[in-house]
């Protein structure tokens, strides 16, 4: 009987995640070949040309929504760390305090904290009315529907998921290490670059894996915010598959997605310890 | 020993912790490396605080435009201070109807997500078996694909196997992506456990039923609670895979969606405000428990 208690724990959850998120995939790699309409039903005919025809048309997207994640994760780190370092090696005892207000603004649902913004940038909003009526931008100066306000918002909504792993990774140094490098005369810049950073470098990989990939899924920002030039490739996905009901050309971009991501991600995984990074995403 | 050595002089700091342990920092440092120390500090913090500011910028928006006595249906341009909106909350029926639909689908979701997610926080933190790798694989992939591809896979499930999307299918969603989550928090409670502590339990003539529930329990349960009220946040939130698997069911963000091109009206920001009000109220009590308890 003993043996058999951690099989029995598993099982409902993971029955629940085999059937509703492993054989789904399956399900969705099939779709994606079938061929026909919602009125007639779709019937499975092997079309692997779809993959073809979906990427040279969607190509523009997909690159677009990389590049769009690629900068977005960037700029994040480069909010983050500071943020990061100042809290965990200056929060003192306020730390959970000030990790809390990082964490508050999320408290409001995603959809609308994006909605938010759009007020705030909108071409008549509170922010551009004001700087229009003392000529510091031109009338036709407009933030909404660019490129500008589309990585600013996955940036803006997907922050905290960089702050916080960072933060763990330099909770975790400890202090006697950075004054071993003092004491051994390192410089304050080279005490931080040779033993702070590379210690937190875990923290910033689990970061990067925490914002990278959802950013360049995201479709809520480019479809709040954005304008048809920015359109990202979870939005043609999201059409496809709500509006169009094209199920084989959306299942055949999004299986080519999770593809693409799964794969960088494993190996990303496989590169830093699977181990490292989960428990480094789970915090 | 103390004099001003080249590297003394400019580089060092004092170390993070100086501030946290020693009580008298003051007397310790020389003049001048504390006040090097004390602008990058300061400049530092200025950066926090303004990071914070722009954190929360979208969010004072939204509860002051709650208080907006627009005209029109663009609730874009301040027209000045009314508390009517809090009185006319219910004038979107179907608002009405989303909201308390996101309620319950996150009250169902979150007690299957607590319950199946503890025993696997169970498992996997006390045993080791075959199909552990494999499990933690399949949770750390529940955690890093993206919303979109789970949303679209489980769509094209239901749509394959012809289920009609709504209510359940929503519910199913969310004890997905919520489920991770819950195991994770509550295995790193477990593993944490001192396991005399049970030991003495059974030593003292407890069976195993009265041990775990009288015993073990209660020292996993502030893993259960936080991992609970996690999944009851991402829940409530949730908009891209609830979009996919929710057919013609509406939830909160769903709405708010839908309304963005016509226009948000006054009352979304106030069950906004009040939907973020509670988090913080929870979140606060959360915070002072957890920091009592250590």
């Given at each position: 009987?003993?043996?058999?208690?951690?099989?029995?724990?598993?099982?409902?959850?993971?029955?629940?995640?085999?059937?509703?998120?492993?054989?789904?995939?399956?399900?969705?790699?099939?779709?994606?070949?079938?061929?026909?309409?919602?009125?007639?039903?779709?019937?499975?005919?092997?079309?692997?040309?779809?993959?073809?025809?979906?990427?040279?048309?969607?190509?523009?997207?997909?690159?677009?929504?990389?590049?769009?994640?690629?900068v977005a994760t960037v700029i994040s780190i480069a909010m983050a760390y500071p943020v990061a370092y100042w809290i965990?090696?200056?929060?003192?005892?306020?730390?959970?305090?000030?990790?809390?207000?990082?964490?508050?603004?999320?408290?409001?649902?995603?959809?609308?904290?994006?909605?938010?913004?759009?007020?705030?940038?909108?071409?008549?909003?509170?922010?551009?009315?004001?700087?229009?009526?003392?000529?510091?931008?031109?009338?036709?100066?407009?933030?909404?529907?660019?490129?500008?306000?589309?990585?600013?918002?996955?940036?803006?909504?997907?922050?905290?998921?960089?702050?916080?792993?960072?933060?763990?990774?330099?909770?975790?140094?400890?202090?006697?290490?950075?004054?071993?490098?003092?004491?051994?005369?390192?410089?304050?810049?080279?005490?931080?670059?040779?033993?702070?950073l590379p210690l937190s470098l875990p923290g910033v990989f689990a970061g990067v894996l925490m914002t990278f990939v959802?950013?360049?899924?995201?479709?809520?920002?480019?479809?709040?915010?954005?304008?048809?030039?920015?359109?990202?490739?979870?939005?043609?996905?999201?059409?496809?598959?709500?509006?169009?009901?094209?199920?084989?050309?959306?299942?055949?971009?999004?299986?080519?997605?999770?593809?693409?991501?799964?794969?960088?991600?494993?190996?990303?995984?496989?590169?830093?310890?699977?181990?490292?990074?989960?428990?480094?995403?789970?915090? | 020993?103390?004099?001003?050595?080249?590297?003394?002089?400019?580089?060092?700091?004092?170390?993070?912790?100086?501030?946290?342990?020693?009580?008298g920092a003051r007397s310790g440092p020389p003049v001048t490396r504390k006040r090097s120390g004390r602008f990058g500090?300061?400049?530092?913090?200025?950066?926090?605080?303004?990071?914070?500011?722009?954190?929360?910028?979208?969010?004072?928006?939204?509860?002051?435009?709650?208080?907006?006595?627009?005209?029109?249906?663009?609730?874009?341009?301040?027209?000045?201070?009314?508390?009517?909106?809090?009185?006319?909350?219910?004038?979107?029926?179907?608002?009405?109807?989303?909201?308390?639909?996101?309620?319950?689908?996150?009250?169902?979701?979150?007690?299957?997500?607590?319950?199946?997610?503890?025993?696997?926080?169970?498992?996997?933190?006390?045993?080791?078996?075959?199909?552990?790798?494999?499990?933690?694989?399949?949770?750390?992939?529940?955690?890093?694909?993206?919303?979109?591809?789970?949303?679209?896979?489980?769509?094209?499930?239901?749509?394959?196997?012809?289920?009609?999307?709504?209510?359940?299918?929503?519910?199913?969603?969310?004890?997905?992506?919520?489920?991770?989550?819950?195991?994770?928090?509550?295995?790193?409670?477990?593993?944490?456990?001192?396991?005399?502590?049970?030991?003495?339990?059974?030593?003292?003539?407890?069976?195993?039923?009265?041990?775990?529930?009288?015993?073990?329990?209660?020292?996993?349960?502030?893993?259960?609670?936080?991992?609970?009220?996690?999944?009851?946040?991402?829940?409530?939130?949730?908009?891209?895979?609830?979009?996919?698997?929710?057919?013609?069911?509406?939830?909160?963000?769903?709405?708010?969606?839908?309304?963005?091109?016509?226009?948000?009206?006054?009352?979304?920001?106030?069950?906004?405000?009040?939907?973020?009000?509670?988090?913080?109220?929870?979140?606060?009590?959360?915070?002072?428990?957890?920091?009592?308890?250590?």
């Amino acid at each position: 009987m003993k043996r058999f208690a951690p099989y029995l724990l598993i099982l409902p959850g993971g029955l629940w995640l085999v059937i509703f998120l492993v054989v789904p995939m399956v399900f969705m790699a099939s779709v994606s070949t079938q061929e026909g309409d919602v009125v007639n039903g779709f019937v499975q005919t092997f079309n692997f040309s779809v993959y073809g025809d979906a990427l040279v048309q969607y190509q523009t997207q997909f690159l677009r929504s990389a590049g769009y994640g690629l900068v977005a994760t960037v700029i994040s780190i480069a909010m983050a760390y500071p943020v990061a370092y100042w809290i965990a090696f200056k929060g003192g005892a306020r730390k959970s305090t000030y990790l809390l207000l990082v964490l508050l603004p999320f408290f409001v649902s995603f959809v609308l904290r994006t909605v938010s913004w759009k007020f705030l940038l909108a071409d008549d909003g509170i922010l551009l009315s004001p700087m229009k009526s003392m000529g510091l931008v031109p009338d036709d100066f407009h933030v909404l529907q660019t490129t500008t306000a589309v990585i600013g918002g996955l940036v803006y909504n997907y922050l905290p998921f960089m702050i916080l792993p960072i933060y763990v990774a330099l909770e975790r140094v400890d202090p006697r290490v950075v004054e071993a490098a003092q004491d051994l005369y390192a410089a304050k810049r080279s005490a931080f670059t040779k033993v702070v950073l590379p210690l937190s470098l875990p923290g910033v990989f689990a970061g990067v894996l925490m914002t990278f990939v959802p950013m360049t899924a995201d479709y809520v920002n480019a479809g709040i915010l954005g304008g048809p030039q920015n359109t990202m490739i979870g939005n043609i996905i999201q059409t496809k598959y709500l509006v169009n009901n094209d199920y084989p050309t959306a299942a055949a971009l999004s299986f080519t997605l999770m593809a693409v991501m799964l794969i960088g991600i494993f190996a990303y995984a496989k590169a830093l310890g699977t181990e490292n990074v989960l428990e480094a995403a789970a915090r | 020993m103390t004099s001003t050595s080249e590297t003394g002089a400019v580089g060092t700091v004092p170390p993070p912790r100086a501030s946290g342990t020693t009580s008298g920092a003051r007397s310790g440092p020389p003049v001048t490396r504390k006040r090097s120390g004390r602008f990058g500090d300061g400049l530092l913090k200025g950066y926090v605080w303004l990071i914070l500011a722009w954190l929360f910028l979208p969010i004072v928006v939204m509860i002051v435009f709650g208080f907006n006595d627009t005209q029109s249906k663009s609730n874009v341009t301040w027209q000045g201070f009314t508390l009517k909106w809090w009185g006319r909350l219910g004038d979107y029926p179907d608002l009405t109807v989303a909201v308390f639909n996101s309620l319950k689908i996150a009250v169902i979701s979150v007690v299957i997500t607590t319950v199946i997610g503890t025993f696997m926080g169970l498992a996997l933190g006390r045993y080791r078996f075959r199909g552990q790798g494999a499990t933690n694989l399949v949770l750390f992939a529940a955690i890093a694909s993206p919303e979109l591809v789970m949303g679209a896979s489980l769509l094209s499930l239901f749509v394959s196997s012809g289920v009609q999307t709504g209510f359940v299918t929503v519910i199913i969603a969310h004890v997905l992506f919520s489920l991770s989550f819950v195991a994770i928090t509550v295995r790193a409670r477990v593993v944490g456990l001192d396991p005399s502590i049970e030991e003495a339990a059974r030593d003292l003539g407890a069976s195993t039923w009265v041990t775990f529930w009288r015993v073990t329990f209660p020292m996993i349960l502030p893993g259960v609670v936080s991992g609970a009220l996690l999944a009851f946040a991402l829940s409530i939130d949730d908009f891209v895979i609830t979009q996919f698997t929710s057919g013609s069911v509406q939830t909160f963000p769903l709405w708010i969606w839908g309304a963005t091109r016509i226009g948000v009206p006054p009352q979304v920001n106030i069950i906004g405000t009040l939907i973020f009000a509670v988090g913080v109220v929870i979140a606060v009590v959360n915070t002072v428990t957890s920091r009592r308890r250590t």
